[in-house]
């Protein structure tokens, strides 16, 4: 497709439940980057990948929280045991991995995650 | 580390009044600057950006910025807003020479009344 996409776009669940987000990157970019946005934290960074790898994990707010991405693509968020306080919209986004324009990142429509 | 200042958190504007939302940003190196825009129920879309080159910056919908190095500002300007300009704006930054994430200001919410 043309743009970043995400899926879900809704998931709610129950607490102590894992799941799953995925994100889909624009074809050829190499940075990947994972947000969430509550109405709490405004809109904080996660975590970034360069191809397979993440040089910067600094935003996973636990250990409950991990990512994941495979062939230079795809990306995965799985967030274990869920909590409440997990509750947000997550929003994935991709670049071309470079410096000066080639960081501009482009954003996905995000997964609404609901805790009950 | 870095940071984004946005000092207005809520601002309410008659229909065709001129606009201009604050953005200060905390950092030594060289920046790239943005402002997104998210519209009740969307998703955040890229107003306008600024990488290098002339400092005055135009977007979509008639906005623009203009970055101040000196101030370490990047203000967001429209000479007369909409109605259909409601909505929350973020300023935020990036690494000029390398990927790197994106650091958001708290956002302003924009109220138009018509």
């Known amino acids: 497709g043309a743009g970043v996409s995400q899926s879900p776009s809704n998931k709610v669940t129950e607490k102590g439940k894992d799941v799953e987000l995925r994100c889909d990157p624009i074809?050829?970019?190499?940075?990947l980057y994972w947000y969430r946005q509550s109405l709490g934290q405004g809109l904080e960074f996660l975590i970034y990948f360069q191809g397979n790898s993440a040089p910067d994990k600094s935003g996973l707010p636990s250990d409950r929280f991990s990512a994941e991405r495979t062939g230079g693509s795809v990306s995965t968020l799985t967030i274990q045991r869920t909590q409440q306080e997990d509750s947000a919209v997550y929003l994935c986004a991709s670049s071309l991995g470079g410096g000066g324009a080639s960081n501009e990142q482009f954003f996905g429509p995000g997964t609404r995650l609901t805790v009950l | 580390a870095q940071s984004v200042s946005q000092h207005n958190h809520h601002v309410i504007l008659s229909e065709a009044a001129s606009l201009e939302l604050g953005c200060n940003y905390s950092y030594g190196g060289t920046v790239n600057l943005f402002w997104y825009v998210q519209y009740p129920g969307q998703h955040l879309q890229l107003l306008l950006k600024?990488?290098?080159?002339?400092?005055l910056v135009k977007g979509i919908k008639g906005f623009e910025a203009e970055f101040i190095k000196s101030k370490f500002s990047f203000n967001l300007r429209k000479p007369s807003v909409q109605w259909s300009d409601t909505a929350e704006y973020f300023c935020?930054?990036?690494?000029?020479?390398?990927?790197?994430?994106?650091?958001f200001g708290s956002g302003t919410r924009l109220s138009i009344r018509p």
């Open positions: 600024y990488f290098s080159g002339d400092p």
């Open positions: 074809s050829g970019h190499t940075a």
């Open positions: 935020a930054v990036t690494l000029y020479s390398s990927a790197s994430k994106i650091i």
